[in-house]
């Protein structure tokens, strides 16, 4: 099974609008981390937001925040206010426990932000 | 604060020729390094990891190979590329523990 999902190959938002990109992920391991990544054209990875598996409440970082659904294991990052500059390829990423080598990527969803 | 500096940001090789990618960190020590590779629209795969000088792991057989010979640098290697090499290379590196990555700015690498 996936360890990580993302259902949205692309998504388009208007400018200034709201969006949400979804995520679902799949673990038993009770301690592990959720990220979201952002990467524009150029290439770069770009880390965004984290949610450990034990924290109580969502995480926000300035226009990003992080829905954690812990029982629907869904961690869907929420941007408010869009802005072009958001139009990128977005990740979502589990790291389970703290092994070095599990860490795992969702195959990405492409933000294009209408003006 | 840690930085990572990755080169060269792109390169075109031919078919059969070596290659050579050189990530290093700066400001952290014993820092856990990967090596990712990005084929165009897709996501990411790991192909090694290291966790001290030395010590590496391959996570994908084929014919790339990785070295660690300091503790803060981290060489993407092949005797002889193939076109199937072509991708986004992505270094990467990671404290111990519950940390994330963070990424170098990637070699776009392109087998011609």
């Known amino acids: 099974a996936q360890k990580i999902t993302q259902t949205q190959p692309g998504m388009f938002v208007q400018e200034k609008e709201a969006v949400t990109l979804d995520c679902t992920y799949d673990t038993s391991d009770p301690s592990y981390g959720l990220f979201w990544y952002k990467q524009p054209s150029s290439g770069e990875m770009i880390f965004l937001i984290y949610?450990?598996?034990?924290?109580?409440q969502n995480a926000t970082e300035g226009r990003y925040s992080l829905n954690f659904q812990k029982a629907r294991k869904s961690a869907n990052l929420v941007i408010s206010a869009s802005q072009l500059g958001d139009s990128a390829m977005y990740f979502c990423a589990m790291r389970e426990g703290s092994f070095v080598y599990q860490f795992y990527f969702g195959t990405g969803t492409s933000l294009t932000v209408i003006p | 604060s840690q930085t990572i500096h990755q080169w060269p940001a792109t390169l075109v090789q031919p078919v059969g020729s070596p290659l050579s990618l050189e990530c290093t960190v700066e400001?952290?020590?014993?820092?856990?390094l990967y090596w990712y590779r990005q084929a165009a629209g897709r996501g990411l795969q790991l192909l090694f990891y290291?966790?001290?000088?030395?010590?590496i792991s391959s996570e994908v057989p084929q014919n790339l190979s990785a070295s660690r010979p300091q503790d803060r640098q981290f060489i993407l290697s092949s005797k002889k590329l193939l076109l199937s090499d072509s991708g986004f290379y992505l270094c990467?590196?990671?404290?111990?523990?519950?940390?994330?990555?963070?990424f170098g700015s990637g070699t776009r690498l392109t087998v011609v």
């Open positions: 290291s966790v001290g000088i030395g010590q």
């Open positions: 400001g952290t020590s014993n820092p856990n």
């Open positions: 990467a590196w990671r404290a111990g523990g519950m940390g994330g990555y963070t």
């Open positions: 949610q450990g598996s034990y924290d109580q």
